[in-house]
């Protein structure tokens, strides 16, 4: 059984930065990209970031691009997003999933609010 878990979420004013987490486990993750999707209020998910097992590619959504950075750890199964320069805007639910081309997986999702 797949799981991811996500953590890091919380509250940041604007122009802040946080860190999120995600721990995988569960099966071989190899061969497919890992990724982070978000959810505002009222707002359809949106795709944000992906990274290949290996550590390589990288991809981003248009929002975050030089803002956001996703990186994993190669001796675990952990994958990083690191959010800098934070806007109102990037106020959502935050999301693992697995693979991130066509998600099977998801975590429970963890709350990032940008205040001004």
């Known amino acids: 059984q797949v799981q991811l878990v996500e953590s890091g979420g919380g509250f940041v004013q604007a122009g802040g930065s946080l860190r999120l987490s995600c721990a995988a486990s569960g099966r071989s993750f190899n061969s497919y990209p890992i990724g982070w999707f978000r959810q505002a209020p009222g707002k359809e998910r949106e795709f944000v970031a992906a990274?290949?097992?290996?550590?390589?590619?990288?991809d981003y959504g248009d929002s975050v691009k030089g803002r956001f950075t996703i990186s994993k750890d190669k001796t675990k199964n952990t994958v990083s997003l690191q959010m800098n320069a934070l806007k109102l805007e990037d106020t959502a639910v935050y999301y693992c999933a697995w693979p991130s081309d066509s998600p099977r997986y998801w975590g429970q999702g963890t709350q990032v609010t940008v205040s001004s």
């Open positions: 990274i290949g097992w290996s550590g390589f590619p990288k």
